[in-house]
């Protein structure tokens, strides 16, 4: 099973120790699953920006091990931030249907990780802090 957790974290060093075996790190966070985040945020990007999606910045590369930490681009963060329900409800359905033809995205968990994700991109906004993620696919 594709492990995913979005997480707020203060700083590189802070998120680069979180992952599947550091998960009471205290951080605000979200765990979901069975979907590759790196395509989503990008995917979530395109749709809710427009134009190409940023470049994602490792924080923690993937290795044979398939575990990697990346920070969620700024772009993103900021359209996250001002969406409405509404625009992530719609976004969530684009982002399904455009997963369809890759790995596939929970169709039935779209909306609650795209609201999920924009509150915690909203606290990242707060806090001065960047919005990052992790996942694990074994």
Not at 99 to 115: T, Y
Request: hydrophobic fraction near 55%; glycine fraction near 8%.
């Amino acid at each position: 099973m594709l492990r995913v957790e979005f997480f707020v974290a203060p700083d590189d060093g802070a998120a680069a120790v979180v992952g599947p075996r550091h998960r009471g790190h205290g951080f605000p966070a979200f765990e979901c699953a069975d979907f590759f985040p790196d395509d989503a945020v990008e995917d979530w990007e395109v749709l809710l920006v427009g134009g190409v999606a940023s470049d994602l910045r490792a924080v923690v590369p993937m290795k044979n091990d398939g575990f990697t930490v990346f920070e969620a681009p700024g772009r993103l963060c900021s359209a996250l931030v001002v969406a409405s329900r509404g625009q992530l409800v719609e976004v969530a359905a684009q982002w399904v249907e455009l997963a369809e033809a890759k790995d596939g995205a929970p169709a039935e968990m779209a909306v609650e990780i795209l609201v999920a994700v924009a509150d915690l991109a909203r606290m990242a906004e707060a806090l001065g802090r960047p919005l990052y993620c992790w996942y694990f696919a074994p």
